[in-house]
């Protein structure tokens, strides 16, 4: 059990961010976390709350409110689970402290336990708030005794451990018995194929509760004699006895649902004596590829410029990089998917033919949304694939080469700066502008979106890299927490959407109701990007070389 | 040349550099030793222009590091403490962008990677992610890239460890060549051995300050029955 303890406490520390000693940095981030927290935790926490309250509201004319709750903590269960199973082969396969420390003499279980417990770290910040969140619109709907908080404390803490537990005993008889991952890119690999299925599975579920959502959940779960909720039960049999313990405060089913993930552990445990290090045999990091011979080799290697080197090594590493790929590359190009499925998911039908049509008979209005929606979709965008917003983070431990080299700090930081608004600029633009050609959309309209869309998208790019160059995440063990668990990632996004949300608002308030022209609308929106830009660019100029040169990464 | 005068750098409240002043002089190897945390790496950083000193001043060349510090960076060859650097590039792709960020022509690069190549048997390599590389095959690479440009002073952190005999012996003939051409070299070690052959200075520091700078002659002068080791040991207050 001391093994065990120091393991964890060691790994945890490990993966916490060092602390900053400047107090201005301090406050500069608490004040990002703040806005995390205002932007991205409590819209999904009020979603949570809300969902719940009107579900078990609903269910209790049927005298089956646990069931509500239930649904709720399901949901977030496969949530834990499905992004569960990359933070899980992480840490218990991939993680850099792990060639050290399996020749310890600690056993297995002991290795696992310590994994696991920093797995339930890791992934448990976001589930907490969704719990506690959907406790708390149960609470408000329901009003129960004291023993239901009991409970629910309980479920706050404890929810996370069985998916988590799932997760690991599929890590460990995948890595035991197959050779289909041996190394952290198979991992990401497949994560990223389970996180797409994870969205449609979503969307699908959006598109069928469209109308309303609560009527119709609360219909699935009583009309189709809780099918679903009884199929979820059999994978997560623990959340049957939690949400009866929180709904009736019945103590024997808080203490079978804690009986319950104190087996799923201890049988975990006890398969890691026989699968976990054997499990590491497989793993074969070598990967023979075609070579090419010396001469050929020579041939390629002529001068080129200093900044060309530089962007290409930007780019061979955004490439390369499984999560860098996939979070930061991909998005711009497969976009169009996800917005046919969203287009797919109304209750009419769009063709081509009818925007044409609708494009010929109204082409200011046409005009208006492609200028409004070039504008907040550039703005959001920029800052989903995050290319500026973590440019300095992702340097990570190779920061330094950033500071020894002969280029200057303003030239790397244009540079990265090109790369986020060229791959932004052509993956918005590469299917926006055909689009708006198949539909005949005005030349003027198409030529003042394409300048309003720079504007937005070099603001969000200078934006996200003076936010990232505050307090850089710079320790990271995996490249995909540099992602995940970058509030400046986060922060930019936050604001990206807030402003558009704003512009958005406004540009259609002046074009709808005040009847302002769309010249003039235009015209308004240029200045303000223009003035957000200016302001960037001072902030950026003022002080964001002198931050690179000052940050240390010790 | 490479010169740093009064030069102080605290983290928190630990000093890591105190006040600490040398000069390396053109046709110079110095070797840089000290026990682990004594500020080698920090100093080091310092004079590569990684870390801003609290106060004092970096000279290469006569260039300074905080007036004119690209021009400064041009003529350092410097070898980081850890050789797990992009490793997703190629070792090609990685010595054309390090040649190409510091300028090297086509034809001096071929040349220089060829030479590189073939006395750390890398050859075979080239063309692979560094990822698949071992420990010594990344620090030879690095060796290799930090050196591609011919650079006049060479600043080097802890450049044999991980190198096999050949190679660890073939890059003591470099610096040798190196410092005899009328360039400067600068390394720091752990292996005692290595400084007391291969240095013309030896520079000993411990918690920050330098306790000893001058030849090895003049250290066993000052302590004519001791060796190296237990000399350092006894400098650096760590006697068993």
């Not at chain 1, 055909?434 to 979106?449: A, G, L």
């Not at chain 2, 690209?70 to 797990?84: R, T």
Request: charged share 15%; with cysteine.
């Amino acid at each position: 059990m001391t093994t065990y303890l120091a393991l964890s406490k060691a790994f945890i520390k490990s993966l916490q961010m060092s602390k900053s000693t400047d107090r201005r940095t301090r406050i500069i981030l608490k004040f990002i976390i703040g806005l995390v927290v205002l932007f991205v935790f409590i819209p999904v926490a009020i979603f949570c709350a809300m969902m719940t309250y009107s579900l078990v509201t609903n269910l209790q004319f049927f005298h089956i409110q646990d069931l509500g709750v239930a649904m709720m903590l399901h949901t977030i269960c496969l949530f834990t689970l499905f992004f569960g199973f990359n933070v899980i082969f992480s840490e218990f396969y991939f993680s850099s402290d792990i060639e050290y420390v399996r020749p310890w003499p600690v056993s297995a279980w002991q290795l696992v336990a310590a994994k696991f417990s920093v797995s339930y770290y890791v992934d448990n910040m976001m589930q907490v708030f969704m719990v506690v969140a959907s406790l708390v619109g149960f609470f408000v709907a329901m009003k129960p005794g004291a023993m239901s908080y009991v409970a629910s404390a309980v479920a706050v803490v404890t929810l996370p451990i069985l998916p988590l537990t799932y997760c690991g005993i599929i890590a460990m008889v995948v890595m035991r018995f197959t050779k289909s991952i041996n190394n952290k890119e198979s991992v990401q690999r497949i994560s990223a194929l389970v996180l797409a299925g994870f969205i449609l599975m979503f969307v699908i579920m959006f598109r069928v509760f469209a109308k309303n959502a609560v009527d119709a959940i609360s219909f699935f779960i009583t009309e189709t004699s809780s099918p679903f909720v009884e199929y979820m039960n059999r994978i997560f049999p623990t959340i049957h006895f939690i949400s009866r313990a929180i709904t009736y405060g019945s103590v024997s089913d808080l203490l079978i649902y804690i009986l319950i993930n104190i087996i799923a552990v201890a049988f975990m445990l006890f398969l890691s004596e026989f699968l976990y290090f054997r499990g590491f045999e497989n793993l074969v990091t070598n990967v023979k590829n075609k070579q090419r011979s010396f001469e050929e080799l020579m041939k390629i290697s002529v001068q080129g410029t200093q900044n060309r080197a530089y962007m290409k090594k930007e780019i061979l590493i955004l490439f390369r990089t499984p999560s860098f790929f996939t979070n930061c590359i991909l998005p711009n190009f497969i976009w169009p998917i996800f917005a046919l499925i969203i287009l797919k998911m109304q209750t009419y039908d769009v063709s081509i033919t009818a925007l044409r049509i609708y494009n010929m008979n109204e082409p200011k209005i046409v005009g208006f949304f492609l200028i409004m929606g070039s504008v907040v979709f550039s703005l959001i965008m920029t800052a989903l694939n995050s290319l500026a917003s973590n440019a300095i983070s992702r340097e990570g431990k190779h920061f330094q080469f950033m500071k020894y080299i002969p280029i200057p700090y303003d030239t790397q930081w244009d540079i990265k700066i090109l790369i986020s608004c060229v791959f932004s600029f052509v993956g918005i633009w590469m299917y926006l502008l055909p689009f708006c050609i198949i539909i005949h959309t005005n030349f003027i309209y198409i030529i003042v979106s394409i300048l309003l869309s720079i504007l937005s998208i070099t603001f969000v790019s200078y934006m996200g890299i003076y936010i990232d160059s505050i307090q850089p995440k710079l320790i990271w063990d995996d490249e995909l927490s540099v992602l995940r668990e970058n509030t400046n990632v986060a922060l930019v996004m936050a604001l990206a959407l807030g402003i558009g949300i704003a512009i958005a608002f406004v540009g259609y308030s002046f074009y709808a109701f005040l009847k302002v022209r769309l010249l003039l609308v235009s015209l308004s929106l240029f200045v303000v990007l223009a003035i957000l830009n200016l302001f960037v660019l001072w902030r950026t100029s003022k002080n964001a070389v002198r931050r690179i040169a000052e940050q240390e990464e010790t | 040349m490479l010169e740093i005068k009064n030069v102080t750098k605290t983290f928190n409240t630990l000093k890591a550099v105190d006040d600490l002043s040398f000069r390396v002089e053109d046709g110079e190897i110095v070797g840089f030793v000290g026990p682990n945390g004594a500020g080698k790496t920090t100093t080091m950083k310092i004079l590569t222009g990684i870390l801003k000193p609290d106060s004092g001043e970096v000279n290469i060349n006569g260039f300074d590091m905080q007036k004119t510090p690209i021009e400064a960076k041009e003529i350092i060859g410097y070898i980081a403490d850890s050789p797990d650097m992009f490793l997703r590039l190629k070792g090609i792709e990685f010595l054309n962008i390090i040649a190409d960020i510091y300028k090297v022509p086509t034809d001096i690069r071929r040349e220089r990677i060829e030479t590189f190549a073939t006395r750390f048997g890398l050859i075979d390599a080239l063309d692979l992610p560094m990822q698949n590389y071992s420990h010594g095959m990344r620090q030879k690479m690095m060796v290799a890239a930090a050196l591609v440009h011919n650079p006049p002073v060479w600043i080097l952190d802890e450049p044999l460890i991980g190198l096999d005999p050949k190679s660890a012996y073939n890059l003591k003939g470099m610096m040798r060549e190196h410092a005899d051409a009328g360039n400067c070299v600068l390394f720091s070690t752990h292996v005692l051995e290595v400084a007391e052959k291969l240095c013309d200075k030896i520079i000993i520091i411990n918690r920050g300050k330098d306790i000893f700078y001058g030849t090895m002659d003049e250290l066993t002068t000052m302590y004519p029955d001791k060796d190296f080791e237990q000399i350092f040991l006894e400098m650096t207050g760590e006697s068993v």
